[in-house]
């Protein structure tokens, strides 16, 4: 007779123990399921110039040939492969819904986040899967350790959303919200961004958080060396990197903050629903205060078969920076990844087609992504810029990059616009027109207002090339002289 099975904790799923198949070395993942097998995907090495730009987006992406999209930066597009990918994976799952969830979906959870932990360089056992980085930002800040009297300290430029987690988060525990400036228009160079921060660091700071990139202008900061000075401080930091994946160069271990967020559906191109959380385990444990070190607490891993439930190990969860998931459910305080990998039935298949964006950049390497958009954007932004004394038969309506091209993101910039005729100062008002303007011209192309002056946030990616320039020129030519009153 078979053994009852005892539903123990998380190991109510019969599919395993997601904290053994992270850490069990000799782990089998399963098989790339047979509906995956067709889909298009690039051969390695074979990216040349020939199929980026307009090839790239017919053969690789949902993009409209109507529109003119020079606003990757937005919400990203996700490949087509990994769109197919992902309505494969609903209908598998409503095959048998149960089957799917009790039994195969945690397995495949686990091989896409050790698939992508490899991507980022970062140990499988510090790295979760979220639906997006508000959520990961959200489980940071809520969990982080604040006292009374406590700062956390961030940039004028934070992306607003963040600043409003900070700030309720500082309100609950009697902690400091502390916001310092950063004039752009002054910026020279990445160490005049460290050398303001330095000075602007507040005496009691026990967190910084800085963007990546910043959405709003574009501004590509020097984490690595901020890291560095914060931590030399006694400071935690947390890095909004909902722009870094695919736009930069990422090294999560060689970066070393403690916590970073991001998004994989802007610049890594997958469906949107899925984004990542990093904690840096083996910092946190080696800064934990003396005082707080008997803390941690030791767990059993618990693993279900069809027959029964078994304890198959321990693990130590660490306690004081311990980050926890902001929905409690099955897996809350049995593990990083168990808090993480399932907060109740939804839709899980962009975090499952997240495996075709990997082979993906894999094949079609994002160092040379980032080069052609990089070349790309450059291009394009001179081009806006031109002077109708070099020879074009007439002038670009723009003045050049706001940023030095050191302080750039590499795939996405602010570009100059004419002042106001009448010398007034640019309002939220006059962006929204001209912004209106060119969607109604089939151009989607954002525009921003930063001190007084208005600028085009432009986006280059693989699917762009300068002909979106082009139009985006000859819009601007059509609309801005309409608005010119305003």
């Known amino acids: 007779m078979a053994a009852k099975k005892e539903k123990a904790g998380f190991g109510s799923f019969n599919s395993g123990n997601v904290e053994q198949m992270l850490r069990d070395p ?33 053969e690789h992406f949902l993009l409209s040939e109507a529109w ?22 609903r209908r598998h799952a409503e095959l048998q819904p149960l089957e799917f969830i009790d039994r195969q979906l945690f397995p495949y959870l686990v091989k896409v986040t050790k698939e992508l932990a490899r991507f980022v360089s970062c140990e499988a056992t510090d790295l979760v899967l979220v639906p997006n980085a508000t959520t990961g930002l959200n489980a940071v800040l809520r969990s982080v350790p604040l006292k009374p009297g406590d700062s956390v300290f961030f940039l004028d430029c934070t992306y607003n959303s963040v600043k409003k987690m900070i700030t309720q988060r500082c309100e609950e525990v009697s902690a400091h919200a502390v916001e310092a400036p950063l004039r752009l228009s002054t910026l020279t160079s990445p160490q005049d961004i ?39 401080r006694g400071i935690l930091v947390l890095i909004d990197g909902a722009h870094g994946l695919g736009a930069c160069e990422l090294d999560l271990s060689a970066l070393g903050a403690e916590y970073y967020v991001g998004n994989c559906h802007k610049w890594f191109c997958a469906p949107r629903g899925v984004g990542f959380l990093f904690v840096n385990h083996a910092r946190l444990a080696e800064i934990t205060p003396p005082d707080q070190a008997s803390q941690a607490q030791t ?14 190990g321990t693990i130590t969860l660490l306690q004081w920076g311990a980050v926890h998931a902001p929905l409690i459910s099955h897996g809350h305080l049995q593990g990083f990844a168990s808090e993480f990998v399932w907060d109740g039935a939804r839709d899980y298949s962009p975090v499952l087609a997240l495996e075709i964006c990997i082979l993906f950049w894999r094949a079609f390497p994002l160092p040379r992504a980032r080069e052609y958009a990089a070349r790309t954007l450059r291009e394009g932004i001179a081009f806006l810029s031109r002077s109708a004394e070099a020879g074009a038969e007439r002038a670009g309506v723009c003045s050049g990059a706001f940023l030095p091209s050191s302080l750039q993101c590499p795939t996405m910039a602010l570009v100059g616009l004419p002042a106001r005729p009448d010398g007034v100062a640019a309002r939220a008002e006059d962006a929204s027109a001209l912004q209106d303007a060119l969607y109604k011209a089939g151009v989607e192309c954002p525009v921003k207002v930063l001190e007084g002056r208005l600028y085009l946030r432009v986006s280059a990616w693989i699917h762009n090339d300068p002909q979106d320039f082009v139009e985006l020129d000859t819009a601007l030519h059509a609309v801005l002289p309409a608005l010119s009153g305003a």
């Open 26 to 58: 000799n782990w089998q993942p399963p098989p790339r399921p047979a509906f995956l097998q067709a889909l298009n995907l690039p051969q390695e090495g074979c990216v040349s110039d020939s199929n980026l730009g307009r090839a790239a987006k017919t």
């Open 68 to 89: 003119t999209f020079v606003n990757h930066g937005a919400f990203g597009s996700p490949l087509a492969a990994a769109f197919a990918a992902a309505e494969k994976w």
């Open 194 to 232: 460290v050398d303001a921060v330095v000075a602007a660091l507040p005496d009691n700071c026990f967190l910084a958080v800085f963007d990546h990139v910043t959405s709003n202008s574009a501004l590509l900061l020097p984490i690595a060396d901020l890291i560095r000075e914060c931590q030399s």
């Open 299 to 312: 767990v059993a891993v618990t693993s279900c078969s069809e027959v029964a439930c078994e304890r198959v």
